[in-house]
T-cell receptor, first 112, second 113 residues
Framework: GQNIDQPTEMTATEGAIVQINCTYQ??????LFWYQQHAGEAPTFLSY????GLEEKGRFSSFLSRSKGYSYLLLKELQMKDSASYLC?????????????FGSGTRLLVRP | GAGVSQSPSNKVTEKGKDVELRCDPI?????LYWYRQSLGQGLEFLIY????????KSGLPSDRFSAERTGGSVSTLTIQRTQQEDSAVYLC???????????FGQGTRLTVV
């Protein structure tokens, strides 16, 4: 089966650092994605990891360990506008299907 | 186009009517995905296209739902005899291939009254 787990909610303080974890079990692996979704809006692409290690992009970094089925999204210098849901998604391979499977999302609240 | 485009952005329909939702992927993107998101919920996979073929239709909720893609580009999701539980935001995403980033359109908010 396919399963993606991430915490439901997290709270952090403006200016701080927060790490959102994601664990997965999928049929095959062809990349892990992180998306940001503000309420009432479509998901916005943040990062894509296909190899192990850390990918840094400004205030956001994403880490992947394929052997552990584990990823995290690191947000630095938190701003109020970072309050949103963060979605972890894995592109698996089942037969000839490379569908993207999403976790339920982590709702992040940034407080002053 | 510059991004994934979906139309209409909002659709209100009466129970029992058919609706068509359209997705224009980014030019050249071969992979296309449809998802459904109910209020406060996660993204529910519906169907995946590679070119004009749909290797995975496993997420379509019932035989009232169908989708096609023509010319390796535009895709249409059709819901027949809509029900109130079909009310949701329908999201489309595309990617250049199966080893590339996937980008979403703004979605179609469907309300069945």
């Amino acid at each position: 089966g396919q399963n993606i787990d991430q915490p439901t909610e997290m709270t952090a303080t403006e200016g701080a650092i927060v790490q959102i974890n994601c664990t997965y079990q999928t049929s095959g692996f062809n990349g892990l994605f992180w998306y940001q979704q503000h309420a009432g809006e479509a998901p916005t692409f943040l990062s894509y990891n296909v190899l192990d290690g850390l990918e840094e992009k400004g205030r956001f970094s994403s880490f992947l360990s394929r052997s552990k089925g584990y990823s995290y999204l690191l947000l630095k210098e938190l701003q109020m506008k970072d309050s949103a849901s963060y979605l972890c998604a894995v592109r698996g391979l089942e037969g000839s299907s490379y569908k993207l499977i999403f976790g339920s999302g982590t709702r992040l609240l940034v407080r002053p | 186009g510059a991004g994934v485009s979906q139309s209409p952005s909002n659709k209100v329909t009466e129970k029992g009517k058919d609706v068509e939702l359209r997705c224009d992927p980014i030019s050249g993107h071969t992979a296309l995905y449809w998802y459904r998101q109910s209020l406060g919920q996660g993204l529910e996979f519906l169907i995946y296209f590679q070119g004009n073929s749909a290797p995975d239709k496993s997420g379509l909720p019932s035989d009232r739902f169908s989708a096609e893609r023509t010319g390796g580009s535009v895709s249409t999701l059709t819901i027949q005899r809509t029900q109130q539980e079909d009310s949701a935001v329908y999201l489309c995403a595309s990617s250049l291939g199966n080893a590339n980033e996937a980008f979403f359109g703004q979605g179609t908010r469907l309300t069945v009254v």
